[in-house]
Structure formats: C-alpha cells, structure tokens
C-alpha cells in the first residue's frame, strides 16, 4: 500500500488521475491510499438526481462516477481515496464499505466522538447527523473514489443540496465537538486506523 499526501486539490484532476491509474493498473500494481482536500465542488454520483442540488450558486457541480447522490467538498475535509484491487485482497463492496465505516468512528473515537451507522445509508453519523460520506465506484475488481470526512471546514453549502440524496440532512464536523482540531492529526489517525484494519 503506497500512501500519498496531496494537499489540496481540483477535484476534476484529481478524478482523471484515479481513473487513469485504475484503467492502467496490472495484477502486481500495488494498492494506494490519496489523502488529500479538495476545492470547493458538488460532486453528483452515477445514478445522482438532479432535483436534489437545490441551490449551486457559484460551486461548480461535477457529475462524477462514484455511487451515491449529491454531495459537497471543500477545504477543511479530509477526502481519501482508497484505489485498491478488492479483488486480490478477497474483498467484496459491502465488506470494504464497512472497513472504511469502523475506520472513520476509530479516528473519531480519538475525539471521544461516538460515530454511528445507518443501515441502507452508508457513511458516519454522529447524534443523526452525517459527519463522513462514502462513494466508491469500482472497474474490473480494483475501487477507486473513497471517503470524505468533515473535520472543520465551512458547511454553509450542503445546505445548497440535498447531502447524499436526504433533504434536510443535517451535516456536522469534528471541530463542532474539538475546535482546535489540526487536519494533520486526523490525517494521521486515519491512517494508523486504515493500516490496521487493512494490513493487520
């Protein structure tokens, strides 16, 4: 698993790279981990509605080809793409849907943050409010796309659309519970707990 740090990105390069590197990658490819930010986009899933971006105004909207709906990112959120051949490493969607869930509520356990899942609904939920989303899309048995969680960032636009396909989702970010919360130090987290759960 090769880990790479990317600071703070465009999402359309970011995307293009990811497919790029899936559509290129053989049987001995190793796996990669992208932690990075994004400017601020909407990015609207493969099978996203169009009724559920409310009110854009100036963020650009993005149609994607991850899983799921509608959803925001920005500065201030930790995205993770986790470009992995599920295949080889005996996974299949749900089961790697689910690692990525007990990851993201280890990292906000360190927070004393007690995450929580929906059944139907995949991401965290922290008191019925999302704090981290899941999209990924997968091609040939290898997922590209990943997780985005809220750490402390501006949520004024996800009242622009509604988060993940749910209207009236109330959305909410580790700087809500530790407001001197440090990006790094969840970046770390998330990769201790994402090693640990994947290369025990």
């Avoid at 490819?29 to 493969?46: K, S």
């Avoid at 636009?157 to 130090?185: R, Y």
Wanted: charged fraction near 20%; glycine fraction near 8%.
């Amino acid at each position: 698993m090769k880990i790479k740090q990317l600071g703070i990105q465009n999402y359309n390069d970011v995307w293009l790279l990811m497919k790029e590197f899936t559509q290129t990658r053989e049987a001995d490819t190793d796996d990669e981990l992208w932690l990075l930010e994004h400017f601020p986009v909407y990015t609207q899933g493969q099978a996203g509605k169009p009724e559920h971006i409310l009110n854009p105004e100036s963020i650009p909207v993005v149609q994607s080809d991850r899983g799921g709906q509608v959803t925001y990112h920005g500065p201030g959120q930790l995205v993770a793409y986790v470009l992995m051949d599920i295949s080889r490493n005996n996974l299949g969607v749900r089961s790697l849907v689910n690692k990525l869930e007990q990851i993201l509520i280890s990292v906000l356990a360190e927070y004393r943050i007690e995450g929580s899942v929906r059944c139907g609904a995949p991401g965290v939920y922290v008191n019925e409010q999302k704090i981290a989303s899941i999209g990924l899309r997968v091609k040939n048995g290898c997922t590209y796309h990943g997780i985005a969680l809220n750490v402390d960032m501006n949520l004024k636009p996800f009242s622009g659309i509604n988060p993940c396909g749910f209207a009236k989702m109330e959305m909410t970010q580790i700087s809500h519970f530790v407001p001197e919360i440090q990006m790094a130090q969840v970046n770390k987290h998330f990769v201790q707990y994402f090693l640990e759960q994947f290369y025990p």
